[in-house]
């Protein structure tokens, strides 16, 4: 007989970009070419002086457990990194390390929600947002942020939705997928709503935050506002900036109360987050930022490429995105129209014509909560950029009124 499983795991979706990036794993594997624009995911490696860190922290026996708040010295280097780069006061106690940031936002979540609580998500979103506000017993309020507002959340947007049973407001700056950044005086005018509201507690996701372009400059609310520090949570981490994915490091900094509260729900889970991976991590705050600066000069011109070559496709309209290394375009104008197969009436149908017929591989907006939409990672080589945009362009021009 086989286990049964719970209702709210049956429910629950997989990642739809992790889906996504496994399908096109198996075609490849089929034998096809196929031009892969779905992981969020940096193409670069780790700078070389962060790998050098960890494999002397192997070698020097880095090897055994650490607190579950996470090493000491890797705490007091968030802390210095959240003093020079956000403008943000924090002490060690206010500061937790886990595998990566889902595992910071799950555990907060799981920290504070209660049956029936609400936690507000501003449409587009990242996939995973309202699955582990459900897995948490808590209703996801969605919130659109069309392309005419910059897909960012407006103050009248943010109190029409907020209600007494609303306990989070979850920002994601720059965004996935859109890469929209909330600059000072966006936050300011959240703020202003969010003072009226003081049972409300924010989390800011500020995971790509060192990927903006066009000298835009994410902005944390604490830094703002002295009473938002009582109430924020600020989630990042070193998968995207630093191209430590597969490193598993992510932080939080926020309440004592609610960082005890996270400490907590680790040690009784992963314990703790790998140790010489800290020690990475580590030299990756204090160390040169170049790296960081290098890459982002090479994401800045695929993303100028990728914007324009969209935007010359009949039927495509592509913002071009302040930070992330992700395009979000609008393709509501080719709805309607028809492939081999018949009518493409969604975005997820556009999907499946590109990768069957261009072997391109997109996200549909509908997983991130805003249909007639694409996600398109430009964190891929310019080669796969241009090769893939020129198929995109070749399937789209088939397609009949």
């Known amino acids: 007989m086989a286990i049964a499983l719970s209702k709210k795991v049956q429910a629950l979706k997989p990642s739809a970009s992790i889906a996504a990036k496994q399908r096109v794993t198996e075609l490849q594997a089929q034998g096809r ?12 490696d780790t700078p070389e002086a962060i790998i050098e860190a960890g ?60 049956s029936g609580d609400e936690v507000v998500i501003p449409a587009p979103y990242w996939v995973s947002y309202p699955d582990i506000v459900r897995l948490n017993g808590a209703v996801p309020v969605i919130v659109e942020c069309p392309p ?60 790509y935050e060192k990927i903006v372009f066009d000298g835009i400059r994410n902005c944390s609310p604490v830094s703002l506002a002295p009473g938002m520090k009582d109430r924020c949570l600020i989630v990042n981490g070193m998968s995207k900036a630093y191209a430590m994915t597969g490193w598993r490091i992510g932080y939080a900094a926020g309440p004592a109360n609610l960082i005890k ?8 889970s992963t314990t703790c987050t790998t140790a010489f991976a800290q020690t990475a991590a580590t030299e990756a705050l204090r160390g ?58 969604s975005d997820l149908e556009l999907v499946s014509y590109l990768l069957d017929e261009a072997g391109v591989a997109v996200m549909d907006g509908t ?27 070749a399937a789209i021009a088939k397609l009949s009124d």
């Open 33 to 44: 070419t196929i031009l892969d624009f779905t992981l969020g995911e940096p193409d670069q």
């Open 55 to 114: 494999v002397a922290a192997l070698r020097g026996g880095d090897t055994h457990y650490t607190g579950s708040a996470g090493k000491l010295e890797l705490r007091k280097a968030i802390c210095e990194k959240l003093a020079r780069d956000n403008a943000v006061s924090y002490s060690p106690d206010e500061i937790v390390v886990a595998a990566g940031a889902k595992q910071i936002i799950y555990e907060a979540f799981a920290a504070t929600l209660e």
């Open 148 to 207: 005419e507002a910059g897909f960012r959340l407006t103050p009248e947007a943010l109190e029409a939705a907020i209600t007494p049973k609303t306990r989070w407001l979850i920002v994601n700056s720059p965004s996935n997928p859109s890469g929209a950044v909330l600059e000072r005086e966006h936050w300011a005018a959240l703020v202003e709503v969010l003072e009226r509201h003081p049972h409300v507690a924010v989390m800011t996701d500020e995971i």
């Open 261 to 268: 509260a996270i400490i907590k729900l680790i040690g009784q």
């Open 288 to 345: 040169d930022q170049k790296p960081i600066a290098d890459m982002v000069a090479i994401y800045r011109e695929r993303r100028d490429l990728i914007v324009s070559m969209l935007n010359d496709i009949p039927g495509v309209t592509c913002s071009t995105p302040g930070g992330a290394f992700y395009v979000f375009p609008d393709i509501r104008p080719l709805l309607g129209r028809k492939g081999p197969d018949g009518a493409i009436d």
């Open 367 to 393: 997983s991130y909560g805003m249909p007639g939409f694409l996600r398109l990672s430009f964190a891929t080589s310019t080669a796969t950029i241009r090769s893939g945009c020129t198929a995109i362009g």
